[in-house]
T-cell receptor, first 111, second 115 residues
Framework: GDSVTQMEGPVTLSEEAFLTINCTYT??????LFWYVQYPGEGLQLLLK?????DKGSNKGFEATYRKETTSFHLEKGSVQVSDSAVYFC??????????FGPGTRLSVLP | DVKVTQSSRYLVKRTGEKVFLECVQD?????MFWYRQDPGLGLRLIYF???????EKGDIPEGYSVSREKKERFSLILESASTNQTSMYLC??????????????FGPGTRLTVL
């Protein structure tokens, strides 16, 4: 079945550092790809998404590009802030299928 | 803005009790979902529904049931709570159009502890 693999972390960075969280996927169809973020004590919020190959999703300084050739959707941010500390989930879904979530990556940003 | 609300943020129950978790969405979404979230396991789908009175089993339905009597409300029921059902429970909703490809919107979660 479809699956998502992402680095589990925790990832600890200093403020203003560059962030990459890797995500790769396995899917039989042409999935849509998502990054969700979960702040402490809260539910998941959509961060960004991409629905076809070479699409770039972006939001709040975060970016991810749908790479079909490498089956990847890595999350990047040029300069992280303390307020970005959260758990990040990569996910996919294809038409008629339920969402498949990765295990989540905990990010801690130190001042 | 889409709003998904859950009846409780924190809940403590005893083994054997019947537990109801309520979820309400205000965006007229057709699809609703219940997940549980456990450390190291990510999110696992318990049940979902794509219409009133319709329900489908997810990956881990054992020990749970659901009810959807109205479009905006989706209830998760633990018939006889057990300690291994201690977890964070997340409700989500999405539109039917492009089913499976549309964004899911999540509630804040209910942290359930079964003693």
């Amino acid at each position: 079945g479809d699956s998502v693999t992402q680095m589990e972390g925790p990832v600890t960075l200093s403020e203003e550092a560059f962030l990459t969280i890797n995500c790769t996927y396995t899917a039989t169809g042409y999935p849509s790809l998502f990054w969700y973020v979960q702040y402490p004590g809260e539910g998941l919020q959509l961060l960004l998404k991409a629905t076809k190959a070479d699409d770039k999703g972006s939001n709040k300084g975060f970016e991810a590009t749908y790479r079909k050739e490498t089956t990847s959707f890595h999350l990047e941010k040029g300069s992280v802030q303390v307020s970005d500390s959260a758990v990040y989930f990569c996910a996919l879904t294809a038409y008629g299928q339920n969402f498949v979530f990765g295990p989540g990556t905990r990010l801690s940003v130190l001042p | 803005d889409v709003k998904v609300t859950q009846s409780s943020r924190y809940l403590v129950k005893r083994t054997g009790e019947k537990v109801f978790l309520e979820c309400v969405q205000d965006m007229d979404h057709e699809n609703m979902f219940w997940y549980r979230q456990d450390p190291g396991l990510g999110l696992r789908l318990i049940y979902f529904s794509y219409d009133v009175k319709m329900k489908e089993k997810g990956d881990i339905p054992e020990g749970y049931s659901v009810s959807r009597e109205k479009k905006e409300r989706f209830s998760l029921i633990l018939e006889s709570a057990s300690t291994n059902q201690t977890s964070m429970y997340l409700c989500a909703s999405s539109t039917l159009q492009g089913f499976g490809t549309d964004t899911q919107y999540f509630g804040p979660g209910t942290r359930l502890t079964v003693l």
